[in-house]
């Protein structure tokens, strides 16, 4: 069946520091959404990307789409002790129905 | 309602027993989702409904399993005979009509099987 992987599991950094996880997919996707999952919490969907090599700005989060539809990154700019949580990646096959990521533990040490 | 409301929050239940954990998704969202998640892992797809009817229960794991929306709106997920290995949060989740939505999560009902 479809796998959507995410690399890395876990990252440590110091506040201030750059931070990407990195999301493939073993098929092509139509569409691709990002989530975050504080600890305890449940996910808050963040973004969608939907063309290829599509590239998203939120304030100091970047996102982007592969020419081949098969991946997606992360990248949070500066990372600050609210950025802690989960990411997720969540991949659709061009029905509503989303397969989610394995996702990137974020921890911010200030 | 403003957000997704699940129910109960947690529930705990012997080994064997039946379950039923309610959701109910923002108003006017038409696609309502299942998935449960275990600890340190991405969430895991269930089934989704588009109104009334089951668009994809290929998540399922068993036919232990089985969720309906009989009005379109409020949603149960029944769990049969349960096993220490459906211990999990079941999330639910909502999202308006047509694709490229991004979901809506409730907060979760974590079961435990004991």
């Known amino acids: 069946g479809q796998q959507v992987m995410q690399i890395p599991q876990y990252q440590h950094v110091q506040e201030g520091e750059d931070f990407t996880t990195y999301c493939n997919s073993s098929?092509?996707?139509?569409?691709i959404q990002w989530y975050k999952q504080r600890p305890g919490g449940h996910p808050v969907f963040l973004i969608q990307?939907?063309?290829?090599?599509e590239v998203k700005k939120q304030k100091r989060l970047t996102f982007q789409f592969g020419e081949a539809k098969k991946n997606s990154s992360l990248h949070i700019t500066a990372t600050q002790t609210t950025d802690v949580g989960t990411y997720f990646c969540?991949?659709?096959?061009?029905?509503?129905?989303?397969?989610f990521g394995t996702g990137t533990r974020l921890q911010v040490f200030p | 309602g403003a957000g997704v409301s699940q129910t109960p929050s947690n529930k705990v239940t012997e080994k064997g027993k039946y379950v039923e954990l309610r959701c109910d998704p923002i108003?006017?969202?038409?696609?309502l989702y299942w998935y449960r998640q275990s600890l340190g892992q991405g969430p895991e797809f269930l089934i989704y409904?588009?109104?009334?009817?089951?668009?994809?229960d290929s998540g399922l794991p068993n036919d232990r399993f089985f969720a309906v929306r009989p009005e379109g709106s409020v949603s149960t997920l029944k769990i049969q005979r349960t096993e220490r290995g459906d211990s999990a949060v079941y999330l639910c989740?909502?999202?308006?009509?047509?694709?490229?939505?991004?979901?809506?999560f409730g907060s979760g009902t974590r079961l435990t099987v004991v």
């Open positions: 989740a909502s999202s308006p009509a047509g694709r490229g939505v991004g979901y809506t």
């Open positions: 098929t092509t996707l139509s569409n």
């Open positions: 990307l939907v063309k290829s090599g």
């Open positions: 969540a991949g659709s096959l061009g029905t509503d129905k989303l397969i």
């Open positions: 108003s006017g969202h038409t696609a």
């Open positions: 409904f588009q109104g009334t009817g089951a668009a994809d």
